[in-house]
């Protein structure tokens, strides 16, 4: 099973300020990696797939990055509905889809 | 526009199978190339797949479940249910379900329904 390991686990920054969250995985993945934001008793989405690409409605603000072990979830400018969690999740190793622990932003 | 909405019991007893059921609306679940699944998420914690369906039946299970786990579905509802046998507390969780985004079964989550809570007590 590939392991992958967000952080940090907590990420407190402000309004407008850029986020940069990791995603590390045990083994290469290549880019099948995706992003998901989930907020407080809602549903994870889907905002970044293989690794760069943005799903169909998120904004540009979102940006996926990395390849191999090593990926990247940049948001440019944080907005108030930002805030939230997001996981990574691999489609490598089939059929053992795995998700990471999650990384948290919060408001400073 | 595509919906799912998860239903059944809240509360199962250990040693005991929890049943959900995934009503899919928007759409019809024997659409070619989509594939429809399972996620939980416990308490607090991340996110878990359980496993995958095509209309056609065919299944596809996460390993570390795949004992346990029976994947259905009902083209005549437009519906695909979950069956996970002798649950212990540590099944009490969100389970979510779930249209795999992008076509094949190896594959992204987009869009999930709601989520319910079951929670495994005696």
């Known amino acids: 099973e590939i392991v992958l390991t967000q952080s940090p686990a907590t990420l407190s920054l402000s309004p407008g300020e850029r986020a940069t969250l990791s995603c590390r995985a045990s083994q290469s993945v290549s880019s099948y990696l995706a992003w998901y934001q989930q907020k407080p008793g809602q549903a994870p989405r889907l905002l970044i797939y293989?690794?760069?690409n943005r799903a169909t409605g998120i904004p540009a603000r979102f940006s996926g990055s990395g390849s191999g072990t090593d990926f990247t979830l940049t948001i440019s400018s944080l907005e108030p509905e930002d805030f939230a969690v997001y996981y990574c999740?691999?489609?490598?190793?089939?059929?053992?889809?795995?998700f990471g622990g999650g990384t948290k932003v919060e408001i400073k | 526009q595509l919906q799912l909405q998860e239903s059944g019991p809240g509360l199962v007893k250990p040693s005991e199978t929890l049943s959900l059921t995934c009503t899919v609306s928007?759409?019809?679940?024997?659409?070619?190339?989509?594939?429809w699944g399972w996620i939980r998420q416990p308490p607090g914690k991340g996110l878990e797949w359980i496993g995958t369906i095509y209309y056609s039946g065919s299944t596809y299970y996460n390993p570390s479940l795949k004992s346990r786990v029976t994947i259905s579905v009902d083209t005549s509802k437009n519906q695909f249910s979950l069956k996970l046998s002798s649950v212990t507390a540590a099944d009490t969780a969100v389970y979510y379900c779930?249209?795999?985004?992008?076509?094949?079964?190896?594959?992204?989550?987009?869009?999930w329904g709601q989520g319910t809570l079951v929670t495994v007590s005696s």
């Open positions: 999740q691999q489609r490598s190793d089939w059929p053992a889809l795995t």
């Open positions: 928007g759409v019809s679940i024997s659409t070619s190339f989509y594939y």
């Open positions: 293989d690794a760069s």
């Open positions: 779930a249209r795999n985004y992008g076509s094949g079964p190896n594959n992204w989550f987009d869009p």
